[in-house]
């Protein structure tokens, strides 16, 4: 290729850039690790971002992330339930009544306020010392309240939440992959946010929704909203673990006797 070929090429690579970036908040890239995000759960953010102002996608499913992360569905399915048990983003739900049409999409609110609070306690930090220091230097949210005994911003302390977040990932990871063997397939989004809210909204132990699961099976009712029901059911009646889930079934099954 002639110099003026290559100046062609350069001119089209050129406008492609111009017509396909997208704007990332430079605060995520310089202070992921300081809100404690891995680079891969950054990167995430990253592609939703750009999936949403570039393509036009504002809910990716996890087959498009990953043909762009490279990562199995399985991990990113539990980097998206811990971004949303961790408050960085949710899931907005909507109707669009002219065309009939049920949608969804990622809400990165919870983000910007985390990044505008950290940001916010930087500069506090820095002005209220003697001797100021970069903000990029100050501890993570989570270090400083492991070191000073104070309660970290999602209401733990230090040491003794990353222990039980880290149980917690554990569990929910485990679970994902039992139902995503039952189901066949991998789980949606909203699904792994399904979960997540049985552990740690309703405090349903692992083995009763795993029975749950199993009672969904037994019955050819494998769906959530099922499974659901079957939950609910055993709340208002106490059933807590597997010994009263037997109690419990072979009372119904027996009418009652």
């Not at 899931?91 to 999409?105: G, K, P, T």
């Not at 995503?180 to 789980?187: S, Y």
């Not at 609910?232 to 119904?252: C, G, I, M, P």
Request: glycine fraction near 10%; charged fraction near 25%; aromatic fraction near 10%.
């Amino acid at each position: 290729m002639d110099g003026k070929g290559w100046n062609t090429w350069g001119e089209g690579v050129s406008f492609g850039l111009q017509n396909g970036m997208a704007v990332i908040p430079y605060a995520l890239l310089k202070y992921y690790r300081k809100l404690n995000l891995t680079g891969s759960e950054a990167m995430l953010l990253i592609h939703l971002f750009s999936f949403r102002q570039v393509e036009g996608i504002e809910f990716p499913s996890l087959e498009e992330l990953q043909a762009v992360t490279g990562r199995s569905i399985t991990a990113i399915a539990g980097e998206l339930q811990k971004l949303m048990k961790e408050g960085f983003i949710s899931i907005d739900e909507d109707n669009d009544e002219l065309r009939d049409i049920h949608y969804e999409r990622y809400n990165f609110s919870g983000l910007y306020g985390k990044l505008g609070a950290f940001l916010a306690g930087a500069v506090q930090e820095s002005a209220n010392s003697s001797s100021p220091k970069p903000a990029e230097n100050l501890p993570s949210l989570r270090e400083s309240a492991h070191h000073t005994g104070a309660p970290a911003p999602d209401g733990g302390y230090g040491r003794t939440f990353t222990s039980a977040a880290g149980k917690d990932a554990e569990e929910n990871r485990s679970l994902f992959t039992i139902f995503e063997k039952e189901f066949g397939r991998p789980l949606s989004p909203m699904e792994c946010e399904t979960i997540s809210g049985w552990v740690d909204q309703d405090k349903y132990p692992e083995e009763l929704i795993l029975l749950a699961l199993k009672e969904s099976v037994f019955a050819g009712k494998i769906h959530f909203r099922y499974i659901d029901r079957i939950l609910l059911e055993w709340a208002r009646n106490r059933v807590k673990n597997a010994q009263d889930v037997k109690a419990y079934t072979q009372k119904f099954r027996g009418g009652g006797r």
